[in-house]
């Protein structure tokens, strides 16, 4: 059974970090691309960052640009996110998930077309 546990989220004030992790169980996700999406209370979900199995695609939110940091370890089977300069409109659950599309096909397409698997979340919670 393939399971993707987020950790890592937890209360941080304005201009804090946090560093979310992603560990992926039942298969392994080498050849996939591991993306990171957030849903703020009564908003819809949306992308954050994506990073493709090899390294060498990343992509970012506008949002998240210069903030952010997504990075993956292959061996391990697990993804983290770097958040750096968090601000309150970063309050959010932070999902983790996977897939075979590339990641810019993930960062602008995932909303149509889905993707393979999902984490359960963890909160985020940036206080001004």
């Known amino acids: 059974q393939v399971q993707l546990v987020e950790s890592g989220g937890g209360l941080v004030q304005t201009g804090g970090s946090l560093r979310l992790s992603c560990a992926a169980a039942?298969?392994?996700?080498?050849?996939?691309?591991m993306g990171w999406f957030r849903q703020a209370p009564g908003k819809e979900r949306e992308f954050v960052a994506a990073?493709?199995?090899?390294?060498?695609?990343?992509y970012y939110a506008d949002s998240v640009k210069g903030r952010f940091t997504i990075s993956r370890d292959n061996d391990k089977n697990t993804a983290h996110l770097q958040m750096n300069s968090l601000k309150p409109e970063d309050t959010a659950v932070y999902y983790c998930?996977?897939?075979?599309?590339?990641?810019?096909?993930?960062?602008?397409?995932?909303?149509?077309?889905?993707?393979?698997?999902w984490g359960k979340g963890t909160l985020v919670t940036v206080s001004s």
């Open positions: 998930a996977v897939d075979r599309k590339t990641p810019m096909e993930v960062a602008t397409k995932w909303n149509y077309y889905g993707m393979d698997y």
């Open positions: 039942g298969r392994t996700f080498s050849r996939y691309t």
């Open positions: 990073i493709w199995w090899s390294d060498a695609s990343m």
